[in-house]
């Protein structure tokens, strides 16, 4: 089965500073990468996901990347504000499977 | 699109009780439905994957017999906990998906807690 490492557990940043979360997974079939922002006591939220024909995507200030040899796809969100504070969950999967999540990064941002 | 009910978002139970987590895709037809778990401070945990009409496929280590997962409707799947006990208190999460296509949208998760 896949396996996905998610790197860091915890991230503190000043507000307006970058985060850059980053993740690994082992299936070379895996062709589906979505970011989740959970925040507590809430089901995850899609924040951005990217497919495996494509290396970049960006919406606003949150941007996914992918590098298929490396199996490695990164998280980087600009101009943090306070409150993009939350746990964030990276995934991998194929269609119609199921999600296989990272161990999570808690990210705070001090105002 | 893919809009997704799950209810209660909390419960709270006594011991050797059950209970019931409705999970609705209110505006598509869920051909498959994940349940994951999550214990605090860690990440979602598949336990079962249910098709429409099927039995559900069960994760290595999950009791089929405790945690019942029902999947008659497209739009209607639940997760009963049997005989509940204090370790079963976990945040429960429901994803519902076409068949082919990614499960991308999730509930807002139920908190058990069993007392």
């Known amino acids: 089965g896949e396996n996905v490492e998610q790197h860091p557990s915890t991230l503190s940043v000043q507000e307006g500073d970058s985060a850059v979360i980053k993740c690994t997974y082992s299936?070379?079939?895996?062709?589906?990468f979505p970011w989740y922002k959970q925040e507590l006591g809430k089901g995850p939220q899609l924040i951005i996901d990217i497919r495996s024909n494509v290396g970049e995507k960006k919406d606003q200030r949150i941007a996914v990347t992918l590098n298929k040899t490396a199996k490695h796809f990164s998280l980087h969100i600009t101009e943090t504000q306070p409150e993009d504070s939350a746990v964030y969950f990276c995934?991998?999967?194929?269609?119609?499977?199921?999600?296989?999540f990272g161990t999570g990064t808690s990210l705070t941002v001090i105002p | 699109g893919a809009v997704v009910s799950q209810h209660p978002s909390w419960v709270i139970c006594k011991s050797g009780t059950s209970v019931k987590i409705e999970c609705r895709s209110l505006d598509f037809q869920a051909t498959t439905m994940f349940w994951y778990r999550q214990f605090p401070k860690q990440s979602l945990m598949l336990m079962a994957t249910s098709n429409e009409g099927s039995k559900a496929t069960y994760e290595q280590g999950v009791e089929k017999d405790k945690f019942l997962i029902n999947h008659a409707s497209l739009t209607l799947s639940t997760l009963t906990v049997t005989s509940a006990h204090p370790e079963d208190s976990s945040f429960y999460i429901c994803s519902p998906s076409v068949k082919g296509n990614y499960g991308y949208t999730f509930g807002s998760g139920t908190r058990l807690t069993v007392v």
């Open positions: 995934a991998a999967s194929k269609p119609g499977n199921q999600f296989y």
């Open positions: 299936d070379s079939a895996s062709n589906y």
